[in-house]
């Protein structure tokens, strides 16, 4: 039985500044840097490589600076590329309800314009950032945050998204009633969670979660963390979830991949890499949380 | 159904200087369909080391390990790709660690329902009363099924933790010293477990610390690094 990926990536990289010949190999973790000695570019992430299979969740660790956000802002086309590839796969399933103009299956996503990139970032993902600035608009309703992500995504009959904003809330577990209130009044918990109904509005087929939990104070990280856990089981989507904190990991997703300075070090088995972790840096890393 | 061919592990610790500890060394046994395999050994002979590599929580670093799978065929699960272990652990493999793995706000009796929400398609509902009745089978006061098993006494963890790998009857189960802090009583409740799960074509790998339950419970027992003296 082939198992096929719905993500696959190739040698996405990220470079901040001129660039020059020597951008690569002057970076990396045996250089400990991710700043190019000739030109003082800074390699944000390069040779990141990696497939995402149907509703799984893949983790991203890494001390700070080491390209995390980077990586998903370059799938979520939030930044171009500097070059790599990125094929979606088989998204047949969900293309009849999607105003696509182009079939995307197969093609390489970073070479398509920004037009085609906006369509596939509308009909199939969604992103929650650690900072709810990002993700939200403060002073709009959390309804009507919501509602600008719908029509996005196409949506036009007002009765139908206020429905879609209402049961999207109570599925993240925010009282409907409250559901005019701007995101500015909310506590920082319920926020993450408005961006999240936000990231699910669209049903999305691939979620990036960026450090959602950070900052929190850890009873509100727990509820947080046990959503996403009940969204997966009900939705069979697939994720990829940056973090620092291998708790969120553990708890969160079956594979891992473990950066340094822009270039992935090590990937595998989130118990493998816990237990048997085979790079220096990963040893390292694994040690200083227990 | 599985082929251990000299299979080694060696841990190298980059952090300590590159120090090198030897996990396990050249084991090669196979295990039938429906067996039992026991694994015998000092303290550090790499019993568990072993379990580990098959389950792939290890990257053995020699040998190979032939697995019959139902999903991919005949596969060596020392080097296919990880989504493939997901895709047979989830399936066919299951695994009873010393120590149950608790996930936090989880409630007991959820803890155990889960795998088959996720595996057999069950409901909610049916999950539930399957995993109740387990538990009840395996003397966990009804009082502690909706209790964070984090709170548990280890015996009553233990209990919990076998309850998980159990309900979904993997075709081969390994464990990992299962009735190490298990009272007399719970200990043939497992026991009795194991046995029907034995009925029932489940294949077993696994590590008991009394050896005379280990006789009494396994087909045949193989012996790793039988050199090495006990060192507690
Ligand atoms: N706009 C930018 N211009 C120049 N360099 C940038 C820019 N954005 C990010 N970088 C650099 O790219 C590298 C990777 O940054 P990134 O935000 O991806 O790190 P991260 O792994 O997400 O870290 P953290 O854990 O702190 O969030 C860093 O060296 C950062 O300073
Ligand atoms: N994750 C690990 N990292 C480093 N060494 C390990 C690890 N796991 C086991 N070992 C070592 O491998 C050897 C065998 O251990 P183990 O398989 O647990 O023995 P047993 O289960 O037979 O008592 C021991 O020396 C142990 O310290
Ligand atoms: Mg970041
Ligand atoms: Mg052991
Ligand atoms: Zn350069």
Redesign the pocket.
């Known amino acids: 039985m082939p198992i096929a990926p719905i993500l696959d990536v190739k040698n996405l990289t990220k470079i901040?500044g001129k660039g020059c010949p020597l951008c690569h190999d002057s970076t990396g973790p045996e250089h400990e840097t991710?700043v190019c000695r000739r030109c003082g570019s800074?390699v944000?992430?390069s040779d990141v490589s990696f497939e995402l299979y149907l509703g799984e969740i893949l983790g991203i660790v890494?001390?700070?600076?080491?390209?995390?956000?980077?990586?998903v802002k370059l799938l979520h086309f939030d930044w171009d590329a500097t070059f790599g590839e990125m094929y979606f796969q088989n998204t047949e399933d969900r293309k009849q309800n999607i105003d696509m103009t182009i079939d995307i299956d197969g093609k390489n996503l970073i070479a398509l314009s920004p037009f085609i990139k906006r369509q596939t970032r509308n009909a199939f993902m969604g992103v929650v950032y650690q900072n709810p600035h990002l993700g939200l608009r403060m002073d709009v309703s959390s309804g009507g945050n919501i509602a600008e992500r719908l029509i996005m995504a196409n949506w036009r009959n007002i009765a139908m998204m206020r429905d879609r904003a209402s049961g999207l809330l109570e599925k993240i577990e925010i009282p409907v009633e409250r559901m005019d209130e701007p995101p500015r009044n909310f506590s920082g918990g319920m926020q993450q969670r408005v961006q999240i109904a936000k990231a699910l509005s669209n049903e999305p087929l691939l979620l990036f979660l960026d450090?959602i939990t950070t900052g929190l104070d850890v009873s509100v990280q727990a509820r947080v963390l046990d959503l996403i856990r009940k969204l997966q089981r009900e939705l069979q989507l697939s994720m990829i979830v940056?973090s620092?904190d291998f708790g969120v990991i553990r708890l969160l997703c079956q594979r891992t991949m473990v950066?340094k300075y822009?270039r992935i070090v090590e990937k595998g088995l989130t118990d493998q890499i816990l237990e048997d972790p085979q790079h220096p840096y990963t040893q390292i890393l694994v040690s200083s949380q227990l | 159904m599985l082929k251990a061919d000299n299979l080694s592990k060696v841990f190298n610790i980059h952090i300590l200087g590159d120090k090198v500890i030897e996990g396990c060394e050249n084991i090669s046994f196979h295990v039938s369909k429906g067996e039992f395999l026991g694994l015998a050994g000092p303290s550090g002979a790499g019993k568990s080391t072993i379990l580990k590599c098959i389950y792939r929580t290890y990257l053995a670093t020699g040998g190979d390990i032939w697995y019959d799978s139902i999903l991919y065929g005949q596969v060596n699960l020392a080097t296919i790709a990880d989504p493939m272990v997901i895709g047979i652990r989830h399936k066919e493999i299951g695994y009873v660690s010393q120590f149950l793995k608790v996930i936090p706000r989880v409630s007991a009796i959820d803890v155990v329902a889960e795998p088959l929400l996720t595996r057999n398609g069950a409901s909610a509902n049916e999950a539930r009363k399957k995993a109740g009745e387990l538990l009840e089978r395996l003397n966990i006061p009804a009082r502690l099924l909706d209790a964070y098993p984090a709170t548990f006494s280890g015996g009553e963890q233990q209990r919990v933790n076998i309850a998980r790998a159990v309900i979904w009857k993997p075709r081969l189960l390994l464990l990992d010293e299962p009735t190490a802090s298990l009272d007399r009583e719970s200990v043939s409740i497992v026991v009795e477990l194991l046995r029907e799960m034995k009925e029932q074509g489940t294949s077993m790998i696994g590590i008991f610390h009394d050896n005379e339950l280990m006789e009494s419970i396994t087909d045949r027992v193989y012996r790793v690094n039988p050199e090495i003296s006990d060192v507690g």
């Open positions: 901040f991710n800074v944000a992430c890494g001390e700070s600076g080491s390209g995390k956000s980077t990586v450090e940056v620092h950066m822009g």
